[in-house]
């Protein structure tokens, strides 16, 4: 299969960029009712490619959100099923004047593609696509393909939920493969072992019934810009843990060996800062900037907003104070319990001289893939064989809500083999994604399919 | 002059009000570009009323802003001179939807005009205008009178001061009277003494240089809306002190005596928490809530902004984290000590994983009117003269910045005989002025010059 697969990518790399450049300029932005109709192109696009990759059947389901598109080619009942997970939508653009290049005009610069969705995820779930190609243009998919696309993954997975528990029968597999994470670096592959979970609540504080002149009111009423910000700081200890009771009860302590593992990849504190351009990093006291991120639960302020926000001065003591808050989790955190203990927390440390609201948002799951099962085995093997190097078992700290969802519902595990890079700019103004890293996707998912189903038999 | 006053006031009352409704429906809003003409408008009707009152010169005059009206009647450069100071502009009526009626139509419901300036500070300063013209018409002026009224009190009156500082010699007078305060009831005169002064900043904190996705990043890095949380929240102690070295070395501590005065003043705990619907008051410990806002300096967020604030949930560590602050101070802090106190404090707490910068956008002194010179006594007589009663000497929590610079630059003393509510809703919908309370500032008015000049010799 090497040969066939090294001069079908010679031969189709070219195909291959144009398609996904074409897939990119569709502004498939979930979060944005406008662009309701590029969400359907999308899907539609998709779908195109996906019946050329040679699925037999290749849907695209509406639902009370965006379409999902389902496929699934059948070889033989008796052999195993691999189900891809992926998403066709893609983050919002803003700031765009923070954009170098379009976000919907993919450029290539250094060989570096430049777009909205270039890495998240167009571009690496666009390797499945046409590794699925490969396989079935060179007799070469030894096993069952299914497909899982949804449209909202960047706004909440709203609607994927009922249709995975209603659809159980239908997305029947015995592994997922999702590419939606990231590597350490293009020459130390890794693989994604664990995410973490997460809470989202929002936070809404009403002292007087309106606003007030500070003179005549300025310290005698409660001004609950002044106590959201004393409650918000009160979340945190001196040592910058969590000081919520309750909220460390069921984390997961990573053992000495887990840490040294996690600790043993490769990782410059001074390259970290410099990406990002600050002075000093700020975290827990008494771990690694990579165990604060990927093994340890976080808390943050998303957004905060309360009086006068435009030029100039208001001499305003607002009515009302809003946050926006967020906490990672990490296995075995459940996101039920911690909602309820941050949730009651909140409410009991607010002041009886305001009115507290907290809305839970949305949450999700801690997940964690085990090293030692065949679908790790065979993904690492595969990376092995393309990277010429053993990938490296990593966690990420964000979340992927469905991966724990798909466990939970299907009972089956999910194997994260991603190609991108935490430098690529996901989320942010001028995502990029490389070339060789979208190459080797397609070129490194043969392989996964092929020592899988040779370790499953 | 009693019979003549009251005689005088019967035959034009509704004159005097058809004049006031002509001046509120002028909507000369200062802080609204497209207001410009209607600013013109407006002190070319208070021009002409002045001329019709007596005044023997009257002058619209331009400034870098919104004009200047200054107007006079010298009948004898032995006699003393009142200057009569006040503002032409008002407040922007938004929220307009929150308005029962319309805020440029005035609408007299239950002998109370409703409309934006009706108390503040058309409606006081009008009284001035009629009095005027009732000492005038019946031969009842004892002194000389001069009059200066701006047009951006409501928007930081950025150009009086130079023109204060430029005109001495032409503004040169004994006393300075103003109505642009309150009285504590209808029933309860009372004669304002005491200003609290500003400074007001805006502080931008900086973090990472874009916003991250808080799934990668939460935990790792300084996350400038938690840590401005923190360092707003490091400003109170946990008594709702101010908590800044220095801050309250200068805060001129009421004697016994004087606390007990402000205390004896009628006020209900129970009616001022229903009437801005707060369940408890929140302040500074050991001090009443009269004390809190008007003789103890505070210290109010008056407005924060940092990440995501719009529907649902983005996971998000924002790149900059902003508020608007500003405290009230007392005789003697002074602001530009009190400016540096603050900016190097936020400096000195901020950590070293953010980049933080503080502007000053602007600050005035605190006032004092001393109780046992001629000017309070004779305001004093005045009022006790047409309530009946001996008015109570009160302070302010808000600030009228040129009171302290008419003190610093003309060396003179201000008056502040105002005859509006704190219940009279300025600066919010439904601002508010008894028709009461307008003509007895007419009435009172005479007795003060009468007074004061009898003193005076």
């Known amino acids: 299969m090497e040969k066939q697969l090294q001069n079908f990518i010679q031969e189709n790399k070219q195909r291959f960029l144009n398609e996904l450049f074409d897939f990119l300029r569709i502004p498939s932005v979930s979060a944005n009712p406008e662009n309701t109709q590029d969400m359907l192109n999308a899907a539609q696009f998709l779908q195109d490619k996906l019946k050329i990759a040679g699925c037999d059947i290749v849907e695209i389901i509406q639902t009370e959100g965006h379409p999902i598109v389902y496929a699934e080619k059948i070889i033989d009942v008796n052999l195993p099923t691999v189900l891809v997970y992926g998403h066709y939508d893609v983050q919002p653009a803003e700031p765009l004047e923070l954009w170098k290049t379009p976000p919907f005009e993919p450029t290539v610069i250094n060989d570096i593609i430049y777009a909205r969705g270039a890495d998240d995820d167009k571009g690496q779930m666009f390797t499945q696509v046409k590794a699925l190609e490969f396989m079935t243009t060179t007799n070469n998919l030894p096993c069952n393909i299914k497909f899982l696309i949804e449209g909202e993954e960047e706004a909440g997975s709203s609607n994927i939920g009922t249709f995975v528990k209603q659809n159980k029968e239908k997305l029947k597999a015995d592994v997922i493969i999702a590419s939606d994470t990231s590597m350490i ?45 004393k409650m918000l700081n009160s979340l945190f200890d001196e040592n910058n843990k969590v000081n919520i009771p309750g909220f460390y009860d069921d984390v997961y302590n990573l053992t000495e060996k887990e840490r040294e593992a996690l600790n043993s990849a490769p990782f410059s504190l001074e390259d970290y800062k410099d990406e990002i351009s600050i002075k000093n990093i700020y975290g827990e006291k008494g771990y690694t900037t990579e165990e604060r991120t990927t093994a340890r639960p976080a808390l943050d ?86 990277f010429n190097k053993k990938p490296i078992p990593t966690r990420s700290g964000g ?59």
């Open 301 to 386: 302020i998303n957004g905060i907003w309360s009086g006068y926000t435009g030029e100039g001065a208001k001499t305003v003591i607002p009515s009302k104070a809003y946050a926006k808050i967020s906490t990672r989790l990490v296995p075995f955190q459940n996101p039920q319990i911690i909602k309820d203990i941050i949730i009651n927390h909140l409410k009991n440390i607010a002041p009886d001289s305001v009115h507290i609201d907290v809305e839970y948002l949305h949450g999700g799951d801690a997940y964690m893939s085990p090293t030692d099962g065949i679908e790790f085995q065979a993904a690492s093997m595969a990376f092995e064989k393309t």
């Open 399 to 457: 979340s992927i809500p469905i991966v724990a969802l798909f466990e939970k519902e299907l009972g089956v595990k999910t194997i994260l083999m991603g190609w991108g890079l935490e430098s690529d700019a996901i989320h942010s103004p001028n995502e990029h994604f490389g070339i060789f890293n979208f190459i080797k996707g397609i070129e490194t998912i043969p392989y996964f399919f092929k020592y899988y189903t040779e370790l499953k038999k």
């Open 185 to 229: 670096a293009n020459d130390v592959p890794s693989i994604n072992v664990g995410l973490r979970g997460l809470c989202y609540f929002q936070i809404e504080l009403t002292g007087p019934d309106r606003d007030l002149h500070s003179g005549v009111y300025g310290g005698g009423v409660p001004n609950p810009a002044n106590i959201l910000c």
